[in-house]
C-alpha cells in the first residue's frame, strides 16, 4: 500500500530506493512565454511504500535522454551531499533545469538562466509557486470533485463579478443552430484537461485566456444525452433562462461549481452550486439537444418544442402542465420547496 509524503523525502534516500517511474503532469506556462515540463516523481522503497516529489525541467528535456541518463537526470542530481534536495533545503517543486546534448557539452543548469525582467528561471518559478500553487495547497484538496468519468466540465475565462455570476448566473448571448449554445460561452474541459488528475491542476493549465478569473460548471453527464448501461436515455435536463426571445439567456448558477481566481490561485466554491435544481422554466442547450437527437428523437421533439421561450412565460405553463415532474421524480429532486422564483437577475418577485 503506497502513500503520499511531499515532506518526508531525506538526502540519502537514495541507498533504499528501489525503482523510479516519472509521472508527466502538465506543462508550466510562466510569465513572459517561459514554460516547463512539471513532473511528479514516484521513488519505491521497500514494503510497497513510496513518496513522490513534484519538480519542473526544461520542456521536452526527459525525451533527450537514455533510459540510464534519466535515472542520472531525475534521481543522482536529487540525492547526496550536493544534491538538489541539500541546495534548495526543500524536496517538493525542485527545478531540474535542462541538459545541453550537444557533444563535449557540459550540462546545461537553466534554472539560472536570466529572463528579459532581470531574474532567474528559478525565481520566475518560485514566484509562480507562492502565487498560485501553495495557496491551493493550504486549503482543502479539491481532487474528490475532479469526476471526469460521470461528470462533465466546462470553463470560462473573463471578468464577470464572482458574487453576482454566483447567485444569478452567466449571462449567455449566443446561440447555436436551434438552441443556447453552451460552449460558445463555455469551453469543454476533454482530452489534455481531464487526463490531469485534480480539478485545480486542470484549469490552472487552462489558464488566463481573456479575464482574471475562470468559471467552472460540473454538471452530470446522465443529465446531458447519456444513455444507460441498457442504453436507454436518461432524462435531460434544461440548463439556460431565456431573457429575450432568441436573443439572451442566462447559465443558470445551480451548475456553476465555483471560480478560479488567477492572481491569487484559490477556487471559490458557488454557495448557489445545486444539481438537485427547479427545471421549471428552463430551456435545453444545444450541446445536450444533440447528443439526445442522436439516440431519441421523440425527446429531441420535446426539446425543441420547449426552446426560446422567456423564463417567466415557459414557468407558468411548465407548473402548470407539471412539465418536469417525472423528470424529478426519476432523479429524486423534490420540487415542492424547490424555489426559482428568483428574477432574472436575482430580485425576487
Not at 94 to 99: A, V
Not at 281 to 287: I, K, M, R, S, T
Not at 326 to 335: A, R, S
Request: with cysteine; aromatic share 16%.
Amino acid at each position: 500500500m503506497g502513500y503520499w509524503d511531499f515532506n518526508g523525502v531525506k538526502y540519502d534516500d537514495d541507498k533504499k530506493i528501489t525503482g523510479y517511474k516519472r509521472i508527466k503532469k502538465d506543462i508550466i506556462y510562466f510569465d513572459e512565454g517561459l514554460f516547463l515540463d512539471f513532473y511528479i516523481i514516484r521513488l519505491f522503497y521497500p514494503n510497497d511504500t513510496y513518496k513522490d516529489i513534484r519538480a519542473y525541467c526544461e520542456h521536452e528535456t526527459s525525451s533527450q535522454l537514455t533510459n540510464d541518463e534519466k535515472k542520472l537526470f531525475f534521481i543522482k542530481r536529487l540525492f547526496g551531499q550536493n544534491g538538489l534536495i541539500v541546495k534548495e533545503r526543500r524536496n517538493d517543486y525542485i527545478f531540474l533545469g535542462g541538459i545541453n546534448r550537444a557533444p563535449n557539452a557540459k550540462e546545461r543548469f537553466s534554472r539560472f538562466n536570466i529572463s528579459s525582467n532581470g531574474k532567474t528561471m528559478q525565481e520566475i518559478a518560485n514566484e509562480r509557486i507562492q502565487r498560485e500553487i501553495m495557496p491551493h495547497l493550504l486549503r482543502e484538496n479539491l481532487s474528490e470533485e475532479w469526476d471526469v468519468l460521470n461528470m462533465d466540465y466546462y470553463f470560462h475565462s473573463g471578468y464577470e463579478e464572482k458574487d453576482e455570476v454566483f447567485k444569478n448566473g452567466l449571462i449567455n448571448r449566443f446561440f447555436g443552430r436551434e438552441f443556447c449554445s453552451l460552449e460558445s460561452t463555455f469551453f469543454k474541459a476533454r482530452g489534455f484537461y481531464c487526463e490531469i488528475s485534480n480539478l485545480y491542476d486542470s484549469v490552472r493549465s487552462y489558464g488566463n485566456r481573456r479575464g482574471d478569473k475562470v468559471y467552472i460548471i460540473r454538471i452530470p453527464r446522465k443529465y446531458r444525452g447519456e444513455c444507460d448501461e441498457n442504453g436507454i436515455l436518461y432524462p435531460p435536463m434544461p440548463t439556460h433562462k431565456m431573457i429575450e426571445w432568441d436573443e439572451k439567456s442566462v447559465i443558470i448558477p445551480e451548475i456553476i461549481y465555483g471560480v478560479y481566481d488567477i492572481s491569487s490561485g484559490i477556487i471559490y466554491k458557488n454557495p448557489y452550486y445545486n444539481l438537485n435544481y427547479n427545471p421549471n422554466g428552463l430551456v435545453y442547450d444545444q450541446e445536450t439537444a444533440d447528443a439526445v437527437r442522436q439516440v431519441d428523437e421523440t425527446w429531441y421533439e420535446f426539446m425543441y418544442s420547449h426552446r426560446n421561450i422567456p423564463f417567466d412565460e415557459l414557468k407558468k405553463i411548465d407548473e402548470k402542465k407539471k412539465t418536469f415532474k417525472k423528470i424529478c421524480e426519476y432523479y429524486g429532486i423534490p420540487l415542492k420547496g424547490l424555489r426559482n422564483e428568483r428574477g432574472i437577475f436575482g430580485r425576487k418577485k
